[in-house]
């Protein structure tokens, strides 16, 4: 048992063996040369001047963030609550329908096999979403407590310890990944509870294309990192996806990416537009 009732024992062999399949299949930052923080040899971004995953983009400062986050911050009354004080993932099921498998313990939720999402499916929200990295630092970049939250299932805001980790910085902590790096580093130490808190807009469509981007607002530990920024399609590991009509509406997704992360207290609240809710 660590601080803050994080376990973290075993960590190490998880992610040993995990960077290794990485490695051997030639996924993530794990195929990159060693000693590269990025690439450069990827698409070049839309009307940007960086490759995707650039590692030679200037690195966002780092700023300490004034809360600490030690208790979990209460859900308003009209939140739907999708990890609670109660051990039950009965929101979630496994991407392929499964029942959910991650573990639940004292209303903590440890990453395992294969990615989680909610039963349910939204659109325009505000999510909050806790998480913890572990104690014990194994790995580094992208190997480094890598998970994600996926909204709508499709775009990522990473999640991974970017505290002292330097790594392509649009796939640090709180990036949208592989397209926009958050504006700061606000990230807390190894084991400490972090907050997110996310204001989003779906994609709208007419005729089956794109009329309006999804669009990002996020908060890392209460530091805004995205002000309303758009992804340009659902995020991707060296590439560019094109936007789909199926991107409209989706679920929240969380990632498994072979390291241990936690999540406790996730809660979301559907906005409505003010033309359809009357107001
Ligand atoms: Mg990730």
Same mark, same amino acid.
């Given at each position: 048992?660590?601080?803050?009732?994080? +376990?973290?024992?075993?960590?190490?062999?998880?992610?040993?063996?995990?960077?290794?399949?990485?490695?051997?299949?030639?996924?993530?930052?794990?195929?990159?040369?060693?000693?590269?923080?990025?690439?450069?040899?990827?698409?070049?971004?839309?009307?940007? +001047?960086?490759?995707?995953?650039?590692?030679?983009?200037?690195?966002?400062?780092?700023?300490?963030?004034?809360?600490?986050?030690?208790?979990?911050?209460?859900?308003?009354?009209?939140?739907?609550?999708?990890?609670?004080?109660?051990?039950?993932?009965?929101?979630?099921?496994?991407?392929?329908?499964?029942?959910?498998?991650?573990?639940?313990?004292?209303?903590?939720?440890?990453?395992?096999?294969?990615?989680?999402?909610?039963?349910?499916?939204?659109?325009?929200?505000?999510?909050?979403?806790?998480?913890?990295?572990?104690?014990?630092?194994?790995?580094?970049?992208?190997?480094?407590?890598?998970?994600?939250?996926?909204?709508?299932?499709?775009?990522?805001?990473?999640?991974?310890?970017?505290?002292?980790?330097?790594?392509?910085?649009?796939?640090?902590?709180?990036?949208?990944?592989?397209?926009?790096?958050?504006?700061?580093?606000?990230?807390?130490?190894?084991?400490?509870?972090?907050?997110?808190?996310?204001?989003?807009?779906?994609?709208?469509?007419?005729?089956? +294309?794109?009329?309006?981007?999804?669009?990002?607002?996020?908060?890392?530990?209460?530091?805004?990192?995205?002000?309303?920024?758009?992804?340009?399609?659902?995020?991707?590991?060296?590439?560019?996806?094109?936007?789909?009509?199926?991107?409209?509406?989706?679920?929240?997704?969380?990632?498994?990416?072979?390291?241990?992360?936690?999540?406790?207290?996730?809660?979301? +609240?559907?906005?409505?537009?003010?033309?359809?809710?009357?107001?």
């Amino acid at each position: 048992m660590k601080k803050n009732g994080i +376990r973290d024992s075993g960590l190490g062999i998880r992610v040993s063996a995990a960077s290794i399949v990485a490695a051997a299949i030639g996924i993530g930052a794990a195929a990159q040369p060693p000693g590269q923080l990025g690439y450069d040899d990827t698409p070049m971004q839309p009307g940007g +001047r960086w490759h995707i995953h650039d590692g030679k983009r200037p690195q966002p400062p780092v700023v300490t963030p004034g809360v600490k986050n030690a208790d979990p911050v209460p859900p308003p009354s009209d939140a739907t609550v999708l990890i609670g004080t109660r051990d039950d993932l009965g929101a979630w099921q496994m991407t392929d329908g499964a029942p959910a498998t991650w573990t639940m313990k004292g209303g903590v939720v440890e990453t395992g096999k294969g990615l989680m999402r909610t039963k349910a499916e939204f659109t325009d929200f505000q999510l909050h979403v806790e998480f913890a990295t572990p104690t014990t630092v194994k790995g580094d970049g992208q190997g480094r407590g890598n998970s994600g939250v996926f909204l709508l299932g499709k775009f990522e805001v990473q999640v991974l310890d970017s505290y002292n980790n330097p790594t392509y910085p649009d796939g640090q902590a709180a990036a949208m990944y592989g397209q926009h790096p958050p504006l700061v580093n606000a990230s807390r130490p190894p084991g400490e509870w972090q907050t997110y808190d996310i204001v989003f807009t779906a994609p709208r469509f007419a005729q089956a +294309r794109l009329d309006k981007p999804a669009i990002a607002t996020v908060f890392h530990n209460s530091v805004v990192v995205h002000n309303g920024d758009a992804f340009w399609g659902p995020t991707a590991n060296r590439k560019i996806d094109p936007y789909t009509p199926d991107t409209a509406k989706g679920p929240i997704t969380l990632q498994d990416h072979g390291n241990p992360v936690w999540y406790r207290n996730v809660w979301i +609240r559907p906005i409505a537009d003010r033309e359809s809710a009357g107001r």
